[in-house]
């Protein structure tokens, strides 16, 4: 896998696409999606792992992609928020954020909605509690957080009534 240079071929699926990437080993998985392989959703905020702008699914896991060396995600599946609708056909939760006025900004809301999305995965009828505790990592700088979670509770309802 070690190239001349130090550098080494990582592979790993992207939104159902395996894709192999010739990098340093610690380049950061957040510069990799968004400069080498075109994922520009995830967004760099903080990038100290405090913000959530740049959150991706690894495996089912929602991980800061701002602090995961490439190396680490080598044979792993990841799902960014290119991913998450099929197609021209929104996601329920990119449908509810868009009806309740969820979706404010383009830096914080990818990663958001993958972390509602983490969020439903585990647990498709949170409480207004857990909506809150399942966004605790995704912060918000200029406006609250309600229509936010209550599209959250809108795409579960949903979800529950297909
Ligand atoms: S940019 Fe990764 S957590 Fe803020
Ligand atoms: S940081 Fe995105 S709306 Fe405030």
Redesign the pocket.
């Known amino acids: 896998m070690t190239a001349p240079g130090g550098q080494c071929e990582v592979s790993m699926t992207v939104n159902g696409a395996i894709r192999t990437v010739r990098v340093h080993p610690m380049e950061r998985l957040?510069d990799v999606l968004r400069q080498r392989l075109g994922f520009t959703g995830p967004k760099?905020?903080?990038?100290?792992?405090?913000?959530?702008?740049?959150s991706v699914l690894v495996d089912g896991m929602l991980v800061?992609?701002?602090?995961v060396p490439v190396l680490q995600v080598h044979g792993a599946s990841i799902l960014t928020i290119e991913g998450l609708s099929q197609g021209p056909e929104l996601h329920a939760l990119q449908s509810a954020f868009l009806q309740c006025g969820g979706a404010q900004c383009g830096v914080c809301t990818p990663g958001i909605l993958m972390a509602a999305h983490h969020l439903l995965n585990r647990n498709p009828q949170p409480t207004p509690e857990e909506i809150r505790e399942g966004l605790a990592g995704n912060l918000c700088r200029c406006t609250g957080y309600a229509q936010i979670c209550e599209a959250v509770a809108q795409a579960a309802t949903r979800a529950s009534t297909l």
Do not use: P, T
Not at 64 to 67: E, I, W
């Open positions: 957040l760099e905020g903080c990038g100290e792992g405090e913000c959530g702008s740049c800061n992609s701002c602090l």
